[in-house]
């Protein structure tokens, strides 16, 4: 078992900025992947960011230029830097990793985006 624990979300003016940390703990062996996803009330969830292992990086649309994922390995760590903050990106916040061919889910972080 993996298990991801998200923190940094809160409550933040739009144009602010806010730093979310993802770390793993449990049996790891190797992580393949690590991924930010959000779901906003009455919408179903949907992926934000990704990195994978080789460093390779994938946005969703709406937060591209505004939003960077980072990886520490070491730490089995993932963030997800996040500026420019919009009233639109009001959701819970969820980590998951891929490792050993299965996927790990976090309980989730608040991030409100007051206009």
């Known amino acids: 078992q993996v298990h991801p624990v998200e923190s940094g979300g809160g409550l933040v003016q739009a144009g602010g900025s806010l730093r979310l940390s993802c770390a793993a703990s449990?049996?790891?062996?190797?992580?393949?992947?690590m991924g930010w996803y959000r779901q906003a009330p009455g919408k179903q969830r949907e992926l934000v960011a990704i990195?994978?292992?080789?460093?390779?990086?994938s946005y969703a649309d709406s937060v591209k230029g505004r939003f960077t994922i980072s990886r520490d390995n070491a730490k089995n760590t993932a963030y997800l830097q996040m500026n420019s903050l919009k009233p639109e990106d009001t959701a819970v916040y969820y980590c998951?990793?891929?490792?050993?061919?299965?996927?790990?889910w976090g309980q989730g972080t608040q991030v409100t985006v007051s206009s």
């Open positions: 998951n990793c891929v490792s050993g061919g299965r996927i790990f």
């Open positions: 449990g049996s790891i062996f190797s992580i393949n992947a």
């Open positions: 990195f994978a292992n080789g460093g390779t990086t």
